[in-house]
């Protein structure tokens, strides 16, 4: 039997009220698809409190739909942190979010303080994947993590000692785009050598990583080795049965994007590299890419370098609480 200390009824002065519990920070992923609204707790990653269709078109109800979410809370937060598939200025607080037409050069902060009444803070949502992987998912207990996405296209950010890294513009770890992708030879299905180019990305550069990182440049890859239009998905599956034209493509993506993955691992010391998105959920592709990566870092080791990540689409909902909580300390 256990003998508990005496409970004082007289641990605050007589008269004083208990004092209130503070009030919750509210996490929110905006996708093109959906907003997924959450609530930020302190020993778990958080509870999902609800989800609408994104406005991508129309300003005012996007606010008036993120907005309605946010008061159907009781009680009240005391503070709002999104995860946002855009650029997001720390000088200006405007959103680029190319996915979110609606939301271009908004001060989206200030417009749903205004709204609101309580504090709002917005980060990239690969910022956001980073900072979650590093904190509770495959870079937890690294000291220097790089998250980088390979979904729709190709995105990152840099973890060091639990802090997200926020450079000029908010555009650090963005090596989906630059001139970074040489033209190269590379087989087709038959074996016969293909000069890829370097392909005009969306950004206005040619050879961005974002052109043949994500799903999208896999598909284009395919589609220019072998003059066939197939889904990603299809294609990754016709890889692990051995198709020889899938075997071509994905040789091809695996060699293109291992060089500046690799660099990245240079430049910035990571020890680890968490992959979100569509395709980090191949871990075969996952797997492939550490192999060829770590063939070309400076540095060498039995340890997997480039890893899955562990925490899937939750990554944008347990980033923002770490984003929020990192913007306090």
């Not at 997200?164 to 050598?193: C, F, K, S, Y």
Request: hydrophobic share 45%; charged share 15%; aromatic share 4%.
């Amino acid at each position: 039997m256990t003998i508990s200390e005496p409970v004082s009824h007289h641990s605050r002065p007589l008269g004083s009220q208990p004092s209130a519990p503070p009030r919750a920070v509210l996490v929110a992923d905006i996708g093109g698809s959906l907003i997924r609204l959450g609530r930020h707790l302190p020993h778990q990653p958080y509870e999902l409190l609800g989800s609408a269709r994104t406005p991508v078109d129309n300003w005012e109800q996007f606010c008036a739909t993120l907005s309605a979410l946010v008061r159907g809370v009781t009680p009240a937060p005391a503070a709002l942190s999104l995860s946002i598939a855009g650029v997001v200025s720390p000088r200006t607080g405007r959103v680029t979010a190319s996915n979110i037409p609606c939301l271009a050069s908004q001060r989206l902060d200030a417009a749903l303080e205004a709204v609101l009444g309580i504090k709002v803070m917005v980060t990239n949502d690969a910022d956001c994947a980073a900072l979650a992987e590093a904190h509770a998912g495959a870079g937890a207990g690294h000291r220097i993590v790089f998250g980088a996405v390979l979904g729709t296209g190709v995105g990152g950010g840099l973890v060091v000692n639990g802090q997200l890294v926020r450079g000029a513009a908010g555009l650090t770890g963005e090596w989906g785009h630059g001139p970074i992708i040489n033209e190269a030879m590379v087989q087709d299905g038959n074996g016969r050598l293909v000069r890829i180019p370097r392909f005009a990305c969306g950004c206005g550069q040619r050879g961005c990583a974002d052109t043949i990182g994500g799903a999208r440049g896999l598909e284009r890859l395919h589609a220019f080795l072998h003059q066939t239009q197939q889904d990603s998905r299809e294609i990754l599956t016709a890889w692990r049965a051995g198709e020889p034209r899938a075997t071509a493509t994905v040789r091809a993506h695996v060699e293109l994007v291992s060089d500046p993955l690799a660099l990245l691992v240079n430049i910035t010391g990571a020890s680890v590299v968490p992959v979100s998105g569509g395709l980090g959920n191949c871990h075969e592709l996952v797997a492939a890419l550490d192999q060829a990566v770590r063939g070309k870092v400076l540095r060498d080791g039995p340890e997997p370098l480039v890893v899955p990540g562990l925490l899937g689409e939750q990554a944008g909902l347990i980033g923002a609480g770490y984003a929020y909580a990192g913007a306090l300390s």
